[in-house]
C-alpha cells in the first residue's frame, strides 16, 4: 500500500459524474461518533482504479481512501445493482447519440487449451489413465 498521491488523470469526469450520481443508492446515515462516510465520487474513483489497474483491494493507495471501507463500498452497489445500471444507462446513452443495431448482435469468444491440461490425449476412452504404471497383460 503506498501513501504516495495517484495522478488526476484517470478520475471520474465531472461530466460522466452527473450521469452516474443518480444511479447510485442514497447515502446510509452513519452513526454520530466514528468517522464521516467517505464521498461516493471518492469511492466511486476508487472503485474504478482498482478495476482499470487490476491492482488488489489491499494494494489500493491510501491517497484513494482505505481499502476496506472502497471494498465495502463496491460490495455495497453491487449488491443494490448500481453497475448493472450504469452499464444499462451507459448502453441506452450510447444508443442515443451513436445507434445500436438491437436486432443483430453477436458475442465473440475464444477456446483454448487449458495451461495445465496435460499431454492433450482429450476424451479417448482407448488411452490408460496413468501412462508408465500399468501392468502389462499377459498373452
Do not use: N
Not at 474504478?48 to 484513494?64: D, I, M, N, Q
Not at 445500436?100 to 465473440?108: G, S, T, V
Amino acid at each position: 500500500m503506498s501513501d504516495k498521491p495517484v495522478d488526476d488523470g484517470w478520475r471520474v469526469p465531472d461530466e460522466l459524474w452527473e450521469h452516474l450520481e443518480p444511479l447510485l443508492p442514497p447515502e446510509r446515515p452513519y452513526p454520530k461518533s466514528g468517522c464521516p462516510r467517505m464521498p461516493d465520487r471518492q469511492a466511486l474513483d476508487a472503485i474504478f482504479y482498482v478495476l482499470r489497474t487490476g491492482y488488489p483491494w489491499k494494494a489500493l493507495p491510501r491517497s484513494l481512501g482505505a481499502s476496506g471501507t472502497v471494498h465495502d463500498r463496491f460490495q455495497e452497489w453491487r449488491e443494490a445493482g448500481v453497475f448493472e445500471d450504469m452499464r444499462r444507462a451507459g448502453l441506452l446513452k450510447y444508443d442515443e447519440e451513436v445507434g445500436i443495431k438491437w436486432e443483430w448482435q453477436a458475442m465473440d469468444g475464444a477456446m483454448t487449451k487449458a495451461p495445465l491440461g496435460g499431454k492433450g490425449y482429450g476424451s479417448q476412452s482407448h488411452r490408460p489413465w496413468e501412462e508408465g504404471h500399468q501392468t502389462e497383460f499377459v498373452d
